[in-house]
T-cell receptor, first 112, second 113 residues
Framework: EDQVTQSPEALRLQEGESSSLNCSYT??????LFWYRQDPGKGPEFLFT???AGEEKEKERLKATLTKKESFLHITAPKPEDSATYLC?????????????FGQGTILTVHP | EAQVTQNPRYLITVTGKKLTVTCSQN?????MSWYRQDPGLGLRQIYY???????DKGDVPEGYKVSRKEKRNFPLILESPSPNQTSLYFC????????????FGPGTRLLVL
């Protein structure tokens, strides 16, 4: 059974204070790892897909990296508008391709 | 504009009264899925569909039914809702290829009394 654990549960940063969110996973045959941003009362918004260890993706102040056991979402010089819940999810290949397993998320608050 | 729509957005019902939450997409994606989101439990997959007439169980399918008769629609049916199905529900599509991407609907907040 696929498992995803995100840490920390909550993170408070000052504007401009860079940090990282962690997503540890256990999956038999990782096909893809996904990051999302979710604002209160809204549906998750897709950010990145990572497929193999060593891969990195960037978008504005966000950078996602992947190893064989975990992924990191690095936030550089965050702004208050980056405040949201960040979700990580994995999917494995083969007959389990359709299943998506999410972590519980990290609530990020960026203070001005 | 790429869109996943859900209706209704908010629903209060009573135990045992059958209900359907609709989901529709305008992107011609083959894959669609339903999730529920609960405090402390995160997002959990209920059912998914890889294509028309192809559906499969996710992690929490008990008490739910789905059908996929056409590509754009994927309704979620609660035949006899119970209070433990009170939750926030999301429909999503997924498109593969070089950069796999998912699109989520705005959510349906359900309260079962």
């Amino acid at each position: 059974e696929d498992q995803v654990t995100q840490s920390p549960e909550a993170l408070r940063l000052q504007e401009g204070e860079s940090s990282s969110l962690n997503c540890s996973y256990t999956v038999s045959g990782l096909r893809g790892l996904f990051w999302y941003r979710q604002d209160p009362g809204k549906g998750p918004e897709f950010l990145f897909t990572l497929y193999s260890a060593g891969e990195e993706k960037e978008k504005e102040r966000l950078k996602a990296t992947l190893t064989k056991k975990e992924s990191f979402l690095h936030i550089t010089a965050p702004k208050p508008e980056d405040s949201a819940t960040y979700l990580c999810a994995v999917t494995s290949g083969g007959t389990s391709y359709g299943k998506l397993t999410f972590g519980q998320g990290t609530i990020l608050t960026v203070h001005p | 504009e790429a869109q996943v729509t859900q209706n209704p957005r908010y629903l209060i019902t009573v135990t045992g009264k059958k209900l359907t939450v609709t989901c529709s997409q305008n992107m011609n994606h083959e894959y669609m899925s339903w999730y529920r989101q609960d405090p402390g439990l995160g997002l959990r997959q209920i059912y998914y569909s890889m294509n028309v007439e192809v559906t499969d169980k996710g992690d929490v399918p008990e008490g739910y039914k789905v059908s996929r008769k056409e590509k754009r629609n994927f309704p979620l049916i609660l035949e006899s809702p119970s209070p433990n199905q009170t939750s926030l529900y999301f429909c999503a599509t997924r498109v593969g290829g070089h950069q796999e991407t998912q699109y989520f609907g705005p959510g349906t907040r359900l309260l079962v009394l």
